[in-house]
């Protein structure tokens, strides 16, 4: 467990590229990173992250307060609350779709924000994207998923087994991913 100011975080090292943060439903910060990266340069990392952590537990803290308070959870997120999730979708999502969208090998078209009811994202015949922003309430890896699920859309314009299989070709656990993103609410 690592303190960084305010945040107590644990580390989960594996052989991934990149470092992320996720916040658990019981509000506990888990970083997720290379096996190469050392001690201070994942705490430098969380340190320029202050803010996001911070914001990012305020939503969730409102989020199980009001679905403890509500009968329809699906009411929970605020005015507010969804405008802060666009804002960080908005920063988020297109470089994570840049990103997949070269290990795919496809184009996209235009990315759009929205606070969707039913979905967590779609993709257009013609390659527009869109994507829910309630998804900055998962976790990075869900994230992913959903946008390596829009992607593949890219070459199967179905979910057929042939889309499953350009899934998996980049998330070989995507079975995983699925079933926990059936854990949250749009």
């Known amino acids: 467990m690592n303190n960084s100011d305010k945040f107590k975080y644990s580390v989960v090292r594996s052989r991934r590229k990149s470092i992320c943060i996720e916040i658990d439903r019981d509000l506990n910060i888990k970083v997720r990173a290379p096996l190469r990266m050392t001690d201070s340069q994942i705490q430098s990392f969380v ?46 999502i297109p470089s994570r779709v840049e990103h997949f969208a070269q290990i795919i090998d496809v184009t996209y078209g235009r990315i759009t924000i929205r606070h969707q009811k039913t979905r967590w994202g779609s993709c257009s015949s013609s390659g527009n994207l869109n994507f829910n922003c309630a998804l900055m309430n ?7 998923y959903v946008v390596v699920h829009e992607l593949c859309h890219r070459k199967q314009m179905n979910h057929s087994a042939l889309f499953w299989a350009e899934v998996e070709k980049v998330l070989p656990n995507y079975k995983e991913l699925r079933s926990a993103l059936k854990n949250y609410r749009c």
């Open 138 to 144: 998962t976790t990075p890896e869900i994230i992913d």
């Open 47 to 92: 340190d320029s992250r202050q803010n996001w952590i911070r914001s990012h537990l305020e939503i969730m803290q409102k989020r199980i307060s009001n679905m403890s308070d509500e009968k329809n959870p699906s009411t929970a997120l605020t005015d507010a609350d969804i405008k802060a999730l666009s804002e960080q979708a908005r920063i988020y």
